[in-house]
């Protein structure tokens, strides 16, 4: 049972490039959930998503895209990359939104944008 | 969701308690209180989570004020793999919103 994987671990980006970061989840868990954390700072939700082909944005939504065409699979899109998205971000699912137990996140996805 | 207050750090010997107070006094009464940590950079990991009794599991125990203003996670016997960032987050048990972790405590757990 391997939980909530990302892909890549690392990246380094130049400005106005664009990447996926890649998130599944094999816990058939219903809301899956993007975050980032700046150096010092507590986690921000960026997208959340109640279930395939449902998303909602969440406290930092802009400069991202998501999409949920399946249960396991929950890709964030930034289309023109810029330094203030320099960050590290996880990725989390939880079974029917309740927060007992149920927020599995991912190892991270440290992005740097040069 | 209610806010918390927690100090910004703090320092345990190996083996003993640590004990992180966390403040949350504008609570509401459907809302639980609950107890995350982050070791380097980690995704969090869920430790504990109460609403009004105590709680304990293998990891913490988790003591809530009576009136449930403030409450406290201890770690029984600090080992050093236990430093981490430690997040109190109040909120409803349902929904996916936002989740507000806050900056937490960075708990430094020292050989004696």
């Known amino acids: 049972n391997a939980g909530v994987t990302q892909t890549p671990k690392f990246r380094i980006l130049k400005i106005g490039q664009s990447m996926t970061l890649q998130c599944t989840q094999d816990m058939n868990h219903n809301y899956m959930y993007w975050y980032r954390q700046d150096p010092g700072m507590g986690l921000k939700l960026i997208y959340y998503s109640v279930g395939a082909g449902i998303t909602d944005k969440g406290e930092v939504p802009n400069g991202y895209n998501v999409s949920r065409s399946t249960t396991e699979d929950f890709p964030l899109r930034l289309e023109l990359a810029a330094p203030s998205q320099t960050s590290v971000y996880f990725c989390?699912?939880?079974?029917?939104?309740?927060?007992?137990?149920?927020?599995?996140f991912g190892s991270g996805t440290r992005l740097t944008v040069v | 969701d209610a806010k918390t207050t927690q100090p910004p750090s703090m320092d345990c010997a190996e083996g003993r308690a640590a004990n992180l107070p966390c403040n949350h006094s504008t609570i509401s009464g459907n809302e639980y209180v609950y107890w995350y940590r982050q070791i380097h950079s980690q995704g969090p990991q869920y430790i504990i989570h109460?609403?009004?009794n105590n709680e304990t599991n293998e990891m913490a125990s988790l003591i809530i004020t009576e009136d449930r203003k403030s409450s406290t996670l201890i770690l029984p016997h600090a080992t050093l793999r236990d430093t981490a960032v430690y997040y109190c987050i109040v909120r409803g048990q349902t929904g996916a919103n936002n989740l507000f972790f806050g900056t937490g405590t960075r708990l430094t757990v020292y050989s004696l």
């Open positions: 109460g609403l009004k």
């Open positions: 989390a699912s939880s079974e029917q939104g309740l927060f007992d137990y149920g927020y599995t």
